[in-house]
């Protein structure tokens, strides 16, 4: 069974950065593309970063500049590096991955870590 576990979420002031990581298992050949996702309270699950094994990213304007996805595909890991973190990033950030191309829907999840910026 793919198992995707995330970690390094927790509370941090605006300004303060977090790296969170995700390790993949149980599948026998790496995921083409791994994700993040967050979803706050009352709000919808959105896209944080994508990248393919190539290298081949995704995001939204939002991160730009502030935050960074990469993977170690040795380890099979994908990280979110989170710079300048503000309040309204608060939210459980999701580990996601599938073996379609960056556009495609994925179909495994992890369970999600907390990140939560104070003001």
């Known amino acids: 069974q793919v198992q995707l576990v995330e970690s390094g979420g927790g509370l941090v002031q605006a300004g303060g950065s977090l790296r969170l990581s995700c390790v993949a298992t149980?599948?026998?050949?790496?995921?083409?593309?791994m994700a993040w996702y967050r979803q706050a309270p009352g709000k919808r699950r959105e896209l944080v970063a994508a990248?393919?094994?190539?290298?081949?990213?995704n995001w939204p304007d939002s991160v730009k500049g502030r935050f960074t996805i990469s993977r170690d595909n040795a380890k099979s890991t994908v990280y979110l590096q989170m710079n300048s973190l503000k309040p309204e990033d608060t939210a459980v950030y999701y580990c996601?991955?599938?073996?379609?191309?960056?556009?495609?829907?994925?179909?495994?999840w992890g369970q999600g870590t907390q990140v939560t910026v104070s003001s």
């Open positions: 996601n991955a599938g073996e379609g191309n960056i556009y495609d829907l994925r179909p495994y």
């Open positions: 149980g599948s026998r050949f790496r995921f083409n593309t």
């Open positions: 990248i393919t094994g190539s290298g081949l990213t």
